[in-house]
């Protein structure tokens, strides 16, 4: 068990680092990591969060400039390709062009960052503590690592990362919030605009937006 201390909106930092649940289908060749899963998310709320205490004050003139200081914070710990391929799904990444599948990459992580940075604005916590214990996953080159944040008027957000381990490194992958799984979540959100606009994946990825997800999230919608 680990514990340390994160200031400000650090927990949110988890919260909206996102990815697919569905099991892994790219097998990774055993290898001894450079850190463990739980010193990465230690590492990476960590560094999120100074990233954001030291950026924030930018973001009413000038929002891009903190949206591009967190995306390059985000970039060691979250594995932005693999998340999006998991989104579209086994079906719909066949189906999709190498073109396709590479603009739906960048679109998702440029609208995750964004509103990642737009969710860090909206609240004002303080102090929180974080213990860490490692979980167990049905894949050998995945890991999981589960936290509960504690604000302090006693409140507890229980949150699990999924990390993957690729090129010897551990990436967030996935995450759980309170039961919720989000990256079905975004799969199911991508399913079901597939499915409202006919299967036109060019209409999908222009209008793609991980705010309809979240705020279903957030009201209950999703189950």
């Not at 579209?88 to 940075?117: D, N």
């Not at 299967?199 to 919608?221: C, K, M, Y």
């Amino acid at each position: 068990m680990q514990s340390f201390k994160l200031l400000g909106t650090a927990w949110l930092a988890a919260f909206f680092m996102v990815a697919a649940s569905l099991p892994s289908s790219f097998a990774a060749a055993p290898a001894e990591p450079k850190q463990t899963s739980w010193q990465v998310v230690e590492q990476g709320l960590a560094d999120l969060t100074k990233v954001f205490e030291a950026n924030k004050g930018v973001y009413e003139t000038n929002p891009q400039a903190l949206y591009d200081k967190l995306d390059l914070a985000m970039q060691p710990y979250v594995d932005f390709r693999y998340i999006s391929a998991r989104v579209m799904g086994g079906r719909y990444f066949r189906a999709a062009t190498p073109e396709q599948r590479s603009r739906f990459a960048a679109t998702f992580q440029t609208t995750l960052v964004r509103t990642f940075g737009q969710g860090l604005m909206s609240f004002d916590y303080r102090e929180f503590d974080l213990s860490i214990q490692e979980g167990e996953t049905r894949f050998e080159d995945q890991d999981k690592v589960a936290l509960e944040v504690i604000a302090k008027d006693g409140q507890r957000y229980p949150l699990s990362f999924t990390l993957r381990l690729h090129n010897n490194e551990w990436k967030v992958i996935n995450l759980i919030v309170n039961g919720i799984n989000l990256g079905l979540t975004f799969n199911s959100q991508f399913d079901r605009a597939m499915r409202e606009n006919n299967r036109d994946f060019d209409a999908v990825i222009t209008h793609w937006s991980p705010e309809q997800a979240l705020n279903e999230l957030q009201e209950g919608e999703v189950k």
